[in-house]
Each structure stands twice: as C-alpha cells, then as structure tokens.
C-alpha cells in the first residue's frame, strides 16, 4: 500500500528543538531549546532560545512570541526582526527557572515584543 504524505506546515515540537535563530542581518543569534504551551487552551505560548554565553557559561534562555518567528526554508532555521543589544534587554530565564512562569511573567514578554497576548 502507498502512503501518501501530505504536507500542512505542521511539525511536532521536537524537531523544533535545536532549529537555529537568526536576525534579519543573517546573523546567528540561537537555537529553539523548547516551546512552551498552554495546557488548558493548548495555544504555543512562545519558543524559548538560548542565547548568548560559552559553553554553556552565561547562557540565557528568551521566550519568543511564536509570532516574531518567520521560518526561513532557505536557512533551514527561524528569522527575527531583532539585533543582539535587543536581546540583551529583553526577558531572559536562567536555566533552572525555565518552568516558572505566570500570566505576568508572559504579559512582560509580550509588551516587550509589542505582540498581542494569545489569551488577550
């Protein structure tokens, strides 16, 4: 029997893991470490990057709104509309904090990406 694939623009969630982020300017800025979703209404809250450090030392991880990422099939990765300075300022987890996160927390990320909420 032949199987046909069709094609919806739909991936799961661990082959996200690890595309890598670039800026308009084509520079590298990360890679995708995880996505985080909202149980009750299933809604992708946002992609979390790591950015920065060595090895390791000094890494932070941003939540990006899904909708600042554009998926580039040319750089096989995701594009944002942001420099690193941008990044720098922008809302950052250590490591361990990566779960602990409330509606004010995302508010924050939201309002900094000037996105509206999903749950708004």
Do not use: C
Request: aromatic share 12%.
């Amino acid at each position: 029997m032949k199987t046909t694939t069709l094609s919806t623009g739909a991936i799961p969630a661990k082959r996200v893991n690890g595309t890598e982020v670039y800026n308009t300017a084509g520079e590298h800025l990360g890679e995708i470490e995880d996505i985080m979703i909202d149980k009750p209404s299933g809604e992708v809250v946002y992609a979390i990057m790591s950015f920065g450090g060595f090895l390791g030392i000094g890494e932070k991880f941003h939540p990006l709104p899904w909708q600042v990422l554009h998926y580039d099939t040319t750089k096989d990765g995701y594009v944002v509309d942001l420099n690193k300075d941008q990044l720098r300022k922008a809302p950052a987890y250590e490591r361990d904090e990566l779960s602990d996160n409330d509606t004010v927390w995302r508010g924050k990320v939201f309002d900094y990406y000037k996105q509206p909420p999903y749950w708004g």
